[in-house]
């Protein structure tokens, strides 16, 4: 077919104005300005089979020796008379971010290690249903905001406990709604049950250094303090040299698992900021997540400054000042997921 000049114009013309409608869809779905270059390849994946054939905690990039099972997401209740946790200790990942009012809830993943009990488990937040979506993971909670829900209910996920009760129970020494606990067994049993896709996830989630420390620039942290809200929502993190892990303090001290009586062995604190605002009479928050923020990286006692990127339903993306994907330290990762007008306090 040729083409006359004025049709070649139009064409030429209406293909200028497709792309540019495409680039606005993309750049307007995701809330980002364009202003920062997308470094490359950043979405590729990388297998949990190491080059040795050795499998990898998909996110702790550490050679495992017990069988991975399809990760489960738990909603931890982070009230004061909800500490100290059971199981943490056990995470491969772990987020936490407010709720409403200022109150703080935990997400934490499991993909190996089998402690004895979780919990004590609480509500789920929509947000917390995408983190789970993004790492392929379970969701064991206790009910929710009508949104989490809604689209709870629909997908083949949703371990709540008022819609399955078998698998959780309550325990006497504390009080409701405190005390509500669970197992790995159980609760993948219910989702067994249920029909649900129990293949473990063959993605490693983060890059990890294999290497020494790289030239990225770094300054000293030996102290991190993480604000969220109020001093009761506000958490210090002290780097112990001895462990190489950061020991997370909340107002009730030393934060510690239950089952093993030490801090959970965090090797690598993320500290990232998101727009939130309130929505609701309930308090309950929007959170923008899909696009770019700031983000602060803690290991070995140092810290490193960058951005974070997060479409729906993909992990995070972690990257230094310089676009380089950041190589965290193998073992836990923590991420904190603060207001965007709050700051963490870090010092030497
Ligand atoms: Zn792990």
Not at 56 to 83: M, R, S, W
Not at 106 to 120: M, N, T, V
Not at 160 to 181: G, T
């Amino acid at each position: 077919m040729k083409l006359g000049m004025k049709q070649k114009i139009a064409l030429l013309f209406s293909l200028l104005i497709i792309a540019a409608g495409s680039l606005f869809a993309y750049f307007a779905s995701r809330n980002l300005k364009p202003y920062l270059k997308i470094p490359e390849n950043s979405y590729e994946t990388t297998s949990v089979v190491s080059e040795e054939e050795k499998i990898l905690c998909p996110f702790e990039g550490i050679t495992i020796n017990e069988n991975l099972y399809k990760t489960l997401a738990v909603i931890y209740d982070n009230h004061n008379q909800a500490l100290p946790h059971t199981g943490i200790a056990s995470a491969c990942f772990v987020l936490e971010t407010l709720a409403e009012g200022g109150i703080t809830r935990i997400e934490a993943f499991f993909a190996h290690r089998q402690p004895k009990a979780l919990g004590p488990v609480r509500s789920a937040r929509i947000y917390f249903v995408d983190f789970a979506l993004s790492y392929d993971a379970l969701l064991a909670h206790c009910g929710g905001s009508p949104d989490a829900l809604q689209t709870l209910r629909k997908l083949p996920i949703d371990l709540d406990q008022i819609r399955f009760p078998e698998p959780y129970y309550r325990v006497k020494n504390r009080s409701a709604p405190h005390n509500l606990y669970g197992r790995i067994d159980d609760l993948l049993s219910l989702a067994k049950k249920r029909g649900y896709d129990l293949n473990p996830t063959s993605t490693l989630y983060f890059s990890f250094r294999s290497f020494e420390l790289s030239n990225e620039t770094t300054f000293v942290a030996k102290k991190i303090v993480v604000p969220f809200s109020s001093r009761s929502y506000t958490y210090t993190w002290i780097y112990n040299e001895k462990k190489g892990i950061y020991i997370r303090y909340t107002t009730k001290g030393v934060y510690i698992d239950t089952l093993t009586g030490s801090p959970p062995p965090v090797k690598n604190l993320i500290v990232i900021k998101a727009p939130m605002k309130v929505r609701d009479q309930k308090g309950r928050l929007d959170m923008a997540l899909n696009g770019r923020g700031a983000a602060w990286y803690f290991y070995r006692g140092t810290a490193a400054t960058g951005f974070y990127e997060k479409v729906q339903g993909k992990p995070f993306k972690f990257f230094l000042k310089n676009g380089e994907e950041v190589q965290f330290e193998p073992g836990l990762i923590w991420l904190e997921i603060i207001p965007a007008d709050k700051k963490p306090l870090v010092s030497g």
